[in-house]
């Protein structure tokens, strides 16, 4: 099976950056989608940002777009999150996902999934 491991999360101030990655290992996907998501305290597991194969196509939260940047290397089977500009309600755990298919906005189409790395982001 496909396993996820999320690194890169920590605190930071409001309007700072940090960097994740998600590098898979065991039995990988064929061509997979990747996606991240975010479960904020006391809110569901939402979408952040999705990634085709190639890497010729992405999708962002309109809560994150032009802030975030998603981005793979499949030659080091892991996928980034570039994030800029953090805001106070970006803090969440942050979670990568791949999906067999078509990565989408949709959780239930994620096959496999990362544990989290926590962003806390302060005013």
């Known amino acids: 099976q496909v396993q996820l491991v999320e690194s890169g999360g920590g605190l930071v101030q409001a309007g700072g950056s940090l960097r994740l990655s998600c590098a898979a290992s065991g039995r990988i996907l064929s061509r997979p989608g990747m996606g991240w998501f975010r479960q904020a305290p006391g809110k569901e597991r939402d979408f952040v940002a999705c990634?085709?194969?190639?890497?010729?196509?992405?999708y962002y939260a309109d809560s994150v777009k032009g802030r975030f940047t998603i981005s793979r290397d499949n030659a080091k089977n892991t996928v980034y999150l570039q994030m800029n500009s953090l805001k106070p309600e970006d803090t969440a755990v942050y979670v990568c996902?791949?999906?067999?298919?078509?990565?989408?906005?949709?959780?239930?189409?994620?096959?496999?999934w990362g544990q989290g790395t926590q962003v806390t982001v302060s005013s």
């Open positions: 996902a791949a999906a067999r298919a078509m990565a989408t906005v949709a959780p239930s189409e994620y096959d496999y």
């Open positions: 990634i085709n194969w190639s890497g010729s196509t992405t």
